[in-house]
């Protein structure tokens, strides 16, 4: 837990953040000064990333099958470095689970591409950050502490409530054992996943069996902490955002939950996600731009700029929003390392609202990178 002291001083800057580049400048390593480029300059750039097509093997224990889902197919992988290529860039592809400091040091890239999940522990995603931050080599994304704040989602919550960021009251459960003031209908989740991990269509509990029931499958099937939230009974969107001093909100995504099948939970559950919406034949589940009035969208967009800034992203996020019984709108994830699945049938939503900002998907790419170098004065 975060000590009070810690909290009082996260706080005291919480609601005031600043991204502008002379701030951001004050606290950079005074004896590093990264390669200047220009914008016709070729660089080497180390493309990180985790596959399902080269899962890991030996004695695995038998595992969820949604374990894998945060991997990226080779296609994306594929469709990233092609974007890249097509600015003339050298790219090298490092699996992340081979990733280690003589890889890097090998390479020498000028920067590199991280879109790694990692494979174990709760702060997985931290790991290629914290060998690039030793040895001082820049990288897209946001860093080894917002990585890993962001994954654990009660710690999320905690810091969203001491700063005033509405978001579905909740508790974190170790056992299924708990005493509670929570109103049903409530949704249980694993604490330390994304991508829907965990999520299934039952996950909503309607009274307290099915809620111990719940959490002792969470805790049993994903060795974690199961947490429980109130359910937001509301419109539910994603924003997508790019940038740090001046960060751009893309189009707003709508996920219309009318789409699903009959009798579907109104979730995005992994089913939503991977079952029932498939390239070959896609649900028309999202809408963007997503159809709001003008107050509406400016709570959206104010209220995702503002977890952005208290998280202290970096160069691109995307935020989940769900309005609550008084169409108020509430934070339900941040998802530092968005997907960026190039296939519009592939429901992406990074993606699909950088199409509907005008932006194809080299462009975005591209436009992620060149945030990162700017935020390192290389560009």
Same mark, same amino acid.
């Given at each position: 837990?975060?000590?009070?002291?810690?909290?009082?001083?996260?706080?005291?800057?919480?609601?005031?953040?600043?991204?502008?580049?002379?701030?951001?400048?004050?606290?950079?390593?005074?004896?590093?000064?990264?390669?200047?480029?220009?914008?016709?300059?070729?660089?080497?750039?180390?493309?990180?990333?985790?596959?399902?097509?080269?899962?890991?093997?030996?004695?695995?224990?038998?595992?969820?099958?949604?374990?894998?889902?945060?991997?990226?197919?080779?296609?994306?992988?594929?469709?990233?470095?092609?974007?890249?290529?097509?600015?003339?860039?050298?790219?090298?592809?490092?699996?992340?689970?081979?990733?280690?400091?003589?890889?890097?040091?090998?390479?020498?890239?000028?920067?590199?591409?991280?879109?790694?999940?990692?494979?174990?522990?709760?702060?997985?995603?931290?790991?290629?950050?914290?060998?690039?931050?030793?040895?001082?080599?820049?990288?897209?994304?946001?860093?080894?502490?917002?990585?890993?704040?962001?994954?654990?989602?009660?710690?999320?919550?905690?810091?969203? !409530? %001491?700063?005033? @960021?509405?978001? #579905? /009251?909740?508790?974190?459960? +170790?056992? $299924?054992?708990?005493?509670?003031?929570? =109103?049903?209908?409530?949704?249980?989740?694993?604490?330390?996943?994304?991508?829907?991990?965990?999520?299934?269509?039952?996950?909503?509990?309607?009274?307290?069996?099915?809620?111990?029931?719940?959490?002792?499958?969470?805790?049993?099937?994903?060795?974690?902490?199961?947490?429980?939230?109130?359910?937001?009974?509301?419109?539910?969107?994603?924003?997508?955002?790019?940038? !740090? %001093?001046?960060? @751009?909100?893309? #189009? /707003?995504?709508?996920?219309? +939950?009318? $789409?699903?099948?009959?009798?579907?939970? =109104?979730?995005?559950?992994?089913?939503?996600?991977?079952?029932?919406?498939?390239?070959?034949?896609?649900?028309?589940?999202?809408?963007?731009?997503?159809?709001?009035?003008?107050?509406?969208?400016?709570?959206?967009?104010?209220?995702?700029?503002?977890?952005?800034?208290?998280?202290?992203?970096?160069?691109?996020?995307?935020?989940?929003?769900?309005?609550?019984?008084? !169409?108020?709108?509430? @934070?339900?994830?941040?998802?530092?390392?968005?997907?960026?699945?190039?296939?519009?049938?592939?429901?992406?939503?990074?993606?699909?609202?950088?199409?509907?900002?005008?932006?194809?998907?080299?462009?975005?790419?591209?436009?992620?990178?060149?945030?990162?170098?700017?935020?390192?004065?290389?560009?």
């Amino acid at each position: 837990m975060f000590t009070r002291m810690m909290l009082n001083n996260l706080t005291k800057f919480s609601s005031k953040i600043s991204l502008r580049k002379r701030d951001l400048n004050k606290f950079k390593n005074p004896l590093i000064e990264f390669k200047k480029i220009s914008s016709s300059n070729k660089i080497k750039i180390a493309l990180v990333f985790n596959s399902r097509n080269s899962l890991p093997t030996g004695n695995l224990k038998k595992l969820p099958q949604d374990f894998y889902v945060e991997w990226d197919d080779y296609s994306t992988i594929e469709a990233i470095k092609n974007a890249l290529v097509s600015e003339k860039h050298s790219v090298y592809l490092v699996d992340e689970p081979s990733a280690n400091d003589k890889i890097f040091l090998n390479i020498k890239p000028d920067i590199v591409f991280n879109i790694a999940e990692g494979l174990s522990g709760f702060a997985r995603e931290s790991k290629i950050p914290a060998i690039l931050e030793k040895l001082n080599i820049p990288y897209t994304g946001s860093d080894t502490l917002t990585l890993a704040i962001a994954l654990d989602k009660a710690k999320s919550k905690e810091l969203m !409530n %001491y700063a005033n @960021i509405k978001n #579905p /009251i909740f508790l974190l459960a +170790f056992s $299924e054992k708990i005493n509670h003031n929570l =109103k049903y209908p409530v949704i249980v989740k694993p604490n330390f996943e994304g991508s829907s991990k965990g999520i299934s269509n039952n996950s909503i509990a309607n009274n307290q069996i099915e809620l111990k029931n719940r959490i002792k499958s969470i805790i049993k099937i994903y060795n974690q902490p199961a947490l429980v939230e109130e359910y937001l009974p509301g419109r539910e969107f994603t924003v997508a955002i790019i940038g !740090n %001093y001046k960060p @751009i909100v893309l #189009p /707003i995504v709508e996920i219309k +939950f009318d $789409e699903l099948p009959h009798n579907a939970n =109104k979730i995005y559950s992994y089913e939503a996600k991977w079952v029932w919406d498939k390239p070959d034949n896609p649900l028309n589940i999202f809408e963007c731009p997503a159809k709001t009035n003008t107050i509406l969208k400016s709570k959206i967009e104010d209220l995702t700029i503002k977890t952005f800034k208290l998280f202290k992203c970096r160069d691109f996020c995307r935020i989940d929003i769900r309005l609550d019984s008084n !169409n108020e709108p509430n @934070i339900i994830e941040i998802n530092p390392l968005p997907g960026l699945l190039p296939n519009p049938k592939d429901n992406s939503c990074f993606p699909k609202a950088a199409c509907a900002f005008g932006w194809n998907y080299n462009t975005l790419i591209t436009n992620m990178l060149k945030t990162a170098l700017k935020r390192y004065n290389m560009l």
